[in-house]
């Protein structure tokens, strides 16, 4: 399979993190507030303890399938009984094939191929995903169950920031995104990551995440 490249990316993304916009959608969606108040995405990362999610970074655990609700995923009870049981083997395999502290512009091209570890248990997901009924955001539900277990490695990709970032037709996401992500978006997302105050459990690619989602929103 030819991994395609939407080279134009990159501009783009410079112009949305280098905007002090980025700042404050970080702000608000990161901030904490009252019960049913805010983004509940701000819960992602925080559903389980740190130590809990590294003890466990090679298998799937109920945490990681109740963080899925933060972004608005509830899994058919069907597919969290075949992660959490037949299939957990499988999978723990996959993830410990998978770059566990490797950001996604630091890792081999060929660690994101249709033929790598990531791209294989993304198919299993997204398949798991559309089996279960939820047959609209299968491919959703898959990126961000595997960005939970890689949160440096591996984007989510949803409607809004597909609509967002408007790549190429049959231009790879992941790909797109790792040529784009240059030094200079990074310094500007380590500065948008600082400036709002955000802790270390908050990654530069989930930072990334979160500013595309919200101007998303405001495009919307």
């Keep these: 399979m030819q991994l395609t490249i939407d080279t134009s990316l990159s501009s783009r993304l410079l112009r949305i993190v280098e905007d002090g916009q980025a700042v404050d959608d970080l702000r608000a969606y990161f901030e904490d507030g009252p019960p ?51 299939d957990a083997d499988e999978i723990g395999e996959l993830l410990a094939a998978i770059p566990a502290d490797a950001d996604l512009w630091d890792v081999p091209r060929s660690g994101l191929s249709p033929k790598s570890a990531a791209y294989r248990l993304f198919t299993k997901f997204r398949a798991m995903a559309w089996n279960g009924g939820d047959h609209g955001t299968s491919g959703v539900t898959a990126s961000k169950l595997l960005a939970r277990k890689r949160p440096r490695l591996i984007p989510i990709y949803d409607t809004q920031v597909s609509r967002l970032v408007d790549l190429g037709k049959g231009a790879s996401w992941w790909i797109s995104l790792q040529e784009a992500v240059t030094p200079e978006v990074r310094d500007h997302l380590a500065h948008a990551h600082q400036t709002a105050g955000l802790g270390p459990l908050i990654t530069p690619l989930r930072t990334l995440d979160v500013i595309l989602w919200m101007r998303a929103r405001h495009a919307g």
Excluded: C, K, M
């Design 36 to 86: 049913n108040t805010g983004y509940v995405g701000r819960w992602f990362e925080r559903i389980g303890t740190p130590a809990d999610q590294d003890a466990h970074r090679n298998r799937l655990t109920a945490d990681d399938i109740v963080a899925l609700s933060a972004l608005g995923i509830r899994l058919p009870i069907a597919v969290s009984a075949r992660l959490l049981g037949e």
